[in-house]
């Protein structure tokens, strides 16, 4: 299931993180905002329970997180994102999960691995930016699964038309929210018209 998202105030940003005569700190900030709109989209897979809270007139009813969250980004890009979903889910944990795909045969190479303990109720927000084949997103979802993971959702700014087809064959139940869909692959596996490497782009490695 695939949510796109429909805000004037992402489109604008998007075209920011588009242009490449963006640099790094401006490209940093607009990944925020875009960031901070997709976590507050991810919030409606949140689940709370009411608990009784006294404000300084009353008692009334107020709400809390009701099981564990945690995030995971995929290294590098997905620490673009971390800073807005830890912002707005003060309550989660967060592992890594380190992966690189090889430029020639763009198949996934894990580097790095730490996932904390899953919990049954554990609802698991994977990071990163940009599904291109959706090689990474699959081999992390392999990995989550492994670790017990029941509640996953992708999040992503940039998609694919082929990634999102490949996840959704492998994984039809699961959730996927991007700020954009773009039109294509290009030969090399790049998005197009897409941003380029977010990776790069947000670490001012290019
Ligand atoms: C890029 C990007 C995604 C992945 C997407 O990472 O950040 O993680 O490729 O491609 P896929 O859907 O075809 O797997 P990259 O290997 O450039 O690493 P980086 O994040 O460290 O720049």
Request: aromatic share 6%.
């Amino acid at each position: 299931m695939l949510t796109i998202l429909d805000n004037p105030l992402v489109q604008r940003d998007i075209t920011v993180l588009r242009d490449k005569s963006t640099p790094p700190s401006r490209f940093r900030d607009a990944m925020q905002r875009v960031a901070i709109a997709l976590a507050l989209e991810s919030a409606r897979f949140v689940y709370t329970r009411t608990l009784r809270v006294e404000t300084p007139l009353e008692e009334t009813e107020g709400h809390e997180i009701a099981h564990d969250i945690v995030l995971l980004p995929v290294l590098r890009a997905g620490m673009s994102l971390v800073q807005a979903f830890s912002l707005l889910m003060p309550e989660a944990r967060i592992g890594y999960i380190g992966l690189q795909r090889d430029e020639e045969t763009l198949a996934t190479q894990e580097y790095y691995c730490s996932i904390p303990p899953l919990h049954p109720d554990s609802l698991v927000f994977l990071l990163d930016p940009m599904l291109a084949t959706g090689g990474s997103v699959r081999f992390a979802l392999q990995r989550l699964e492994q670790r017990g993971a029941h509640r996953i959702v992708v999040i992503s700014v940039i998609a694919a038309p082929e990634g999102i087809q490949h996840i959704e064959q492998f994984y039809p139940h699961i959730h996927i929210v991007v700020s954009a869909l773009d039109r294509c692959l290009n030969e090399h596996g790049f998005i197009m018209p897409g941003l380029g490497d977010a990776g790069d782009r947000y670490h001012g490695t290019l």
